[in-house]
């Protein structure tokens, strides 16, 4: 188990060196950051002097030894448009990011669990292939389109809901939190809920789907000859062991909610790191950009690295190797 | 149609299937639109010359101030919706199709390649891959559109650049297993060249599960590129997809013109519906470990 997990540890930092490195490339080949830093009537020798200052004017070796230099030292760079660390601007943004995933991955859970549990239970009920239907649907809505028509109708036509920012945050351990205020909760609900639909379908299926895997299974029949209720059954035997590979799928969930949240994020303008990373690229602040890769390629693999411990822990029918 | 397939059980599951015949009712209607749309409506939208600003922000023809000749009512430069729709679908589908394509080629070529010859470009090809998959697509694409800047051509490599990695997997997994099979060592023995043997023995072989995965995708796609073109890292305004359409009524939504984001979001709706009933039915049908 040891050697196990140093093993996926040196995966981890291998992976996010060839990150860096694809980062760092593709990087060097967007537009000339030097005009987003100098005024337009600049002459020659200015760009010039700005270049050298920024170090642009090395080979691209030199220039990729700098930058990890730097980032081994914890100096990401700064933002050509804030003017400031470009690390702090993204943790500033990270609390509001990670408030509208948790709670869409919440609602997700809430939702699709008990619906795949029934209809992986009962596939043949009208009610499941309806539940079925509408995950389909899920899958086949594109999320922004889906936040815009929440906004349209809850927040401009019937004024429920307010359409965009983050409200009243309070601050906890240093970060600043909507979810515990009531106005905060108002504002968080629409863009959750956007963000959760794809995701719950998702899970739907997989949990209707280990379910169904599950019901065949003698021991759900023992279970049930014993005299455990049928909820027991359902919950107690079948959910624990069709729960696996919906962990997994949870985990690569979250990255791809981390994702969409930069469409979600710019749809309600919520001010989290999608929104961020969406005006980093209009106006080509390359160092935010990079930053932001950086965190969620680390975000992903310490995800992917948690996922496989998890599921030798709820299965121990899995020996690592 | 031949009366073999006709008769098949593929043929007779098709039949008794509700959602599969409603799915592909969708996707005939989307391939008429796709062929022959510009011929249901007068405008070209994209011809300035036939834009008039007199017409701009009709809204549809059964609400008050609507006009007979825009049916889904107009955009702020006097562009009928449905032109733009039944333009926009065009460029939406060409964009998945061919991405989908695109990846199925190199990715189907990678995994033959991985599979058949195993070693050292196995272990690169897949170490590739399983970087890849770690990170989610919409974010590869959205990182590559935003170092290519906008245009059709690179959304088309951002797609590809991200979908080539499952038939790359699914490929390799059931090379592995057809390349000990004995029609494969008898293919060798009797001094057909790698190629050959790959092209015309192997490949065959692992082409169905490839079925199912294309089509979703296609679906899969044409979200992601109508979400990257919604950030305006997508297409290019001269040749606006469903996704653009979109974004560019969400600039009027609050105003209240509603029209104008709200019937291309519902054609993206139905047409990705359409593929991913179809898809869900193929799925069932030639997964041999549900029969």
């Keep these: ?321 | 149609m031949s009366a073999t397939f006709l008769s098949s059980e593929f043929f007779h599951n098709y039949k008794r299937n509700a959602s599969a015949i409603a799915g592909s009712i969708i996707l005939i209607i989307f391939a008429v639109i796709v062929v022959a749309g510009p011929l249901f409506v007068a405008q070209d939208p994209y011809d300035v010359g036939q834009l008039n600003l007199l017409d701009s922000y009709k809204p549809p023809v059964w609400l008050e101030g609507g006009d007979p000749r825009f049916l889904l009512g107009t955009d702020g430069q006097g562009r009928g919706v449905l032109a733009g729709i039944l333009y926009g679908t065009r460029v939406s589908v060409m964009i998945g199709v061919t991405a989908m394509l695109m990846s199925c080629i190199i990715g189907t070529t990678a995994g033959l390649l991985a599979g058949f010859y195993g070693g050292r470009l196995d272990a690169a090809i897949m170490r590739i891959a399983d970087i890849q998959l770690s990170f989610p697509s919409m974010l590869i694409a959205l990182f590559l559109m935003s170092a290519f800047g906008t245009g059709i051509d690179k959304v088309l490599i951002a797609l590809t650049a991200v979908g080539w990695v499952v038939y790359a997997r699914t490929v390799r997994g059931s090379t592995l297993s057809e390349v000990q099979k004995e029609y494969v060592q008898a293919a060798r023995v009797a001094g057909l060249r790698d190629a050959k043997i790959i092209r015309r023995h192997v490949l065959p072989n692992v082409m169905t599960p490839l079925i199912v995965v294309a089509t979703v995708q296609v679906g899969t796609f044409i979200l992601i590129e109508a979400s990257l073109s919604f950030l305006g890292v997508g297409v290019p305004i001269t040749q606006p997809s469903l996704g653009l359409l979109i974004k560019n009524g969400f600039d009027v939504l609050f105003s209240g013109l509603w029209w104008t984001s709200v019937f291309p979001g519902l054609f993206i709706m139905a047409l990705v519906f359409g593929i991913n009933l179809f898809g869900d039915f193929l799925r069932d049908e030639l997964n041999p470990r549900l029969k």
């Design chain 1, 1 to 321: 188990m040891l050697g196990y997990t140093i093993k996926r540890l040196l995966q981890m930092i291998f992976v996010l060196w060839i990150v860096s490195v694809i980062v760092f490339l593709m990087m060097s080949f967007t537009g000339d950051p030097v005009f987003m830093v100098i005024p337009i009537d600049s002459t020659q020798a200015e760009i010039d002097q700005a270049r050298r200052i920024l170090g642009l004017d090395r080979s691209l070796f030199e220039q990729y030894l700098v930058f990890m230099n730097g980032m081994l030292q914890g100096d990401f760079g700064r933002s050509y448009v804030y003017r400031q660390p470009a690390m702090d601007l993204i943790l500033e943004r990270l609390p509001a990011t990670m408030e509208i995933v948790v709670v869409a991955m919440i609602f997700a859970a809430l939702v699709a669990i008990p619906l795949g549990v029934y209809a992986g239970a009962n596939p043949n009920r009208t009610a499941s292939r309806a539940i079925m239907s509408g995950s389909l649907l899920g899958i086949s809505l594109p999320s922004f389109w889906v936040g815009m028509m929440l906004i349209f109708l809850l927040a401009v036509q019937w004024q429920i809901f307010p359409s965009s920012g983050r409200g009243d945050t309070v601050e906890f351990m240093g970060l600043k939190l909507s979810v515990l205020t009531l106005d905060g909760w108002y504002h968080i609900i629409l863009p959750s809920l956007t963000l959760s639909l794809a995701t719950m379908a998702i899970i739907l299926r997989i949990t209707r789907a280990g379910m169904m895997e599950v019901m065949r299974q003698d021991y759900m029949k023992f279970a049930r000859a014993k005299g455990v209720s049928r909820r027991g059954v359902l919950y107690g035997h079948g959910l624990r062991n069709a729960l696996i590979p919906v962990v997994t799928i949870f985990g690569l969930q979250l990255g791809d909610l981390i994702a969409f949240a930069t469409i979600t994020e710019t749809i309600f303008a919520w001010p989290g790191l999608g929104k961020l990373l969406i005006d980093s690229i209009y106006r080509a602040d390359r160092p935010v950009i990079v930053v932001y890769l950086m965190l969620v390629a680390f975000i992903f693999v310490v995800i992917n690295f948690i996922v496989d411990m998890v599921y030798t822990w709820i299965d121990p029918r899995i020996t690592v190797k």
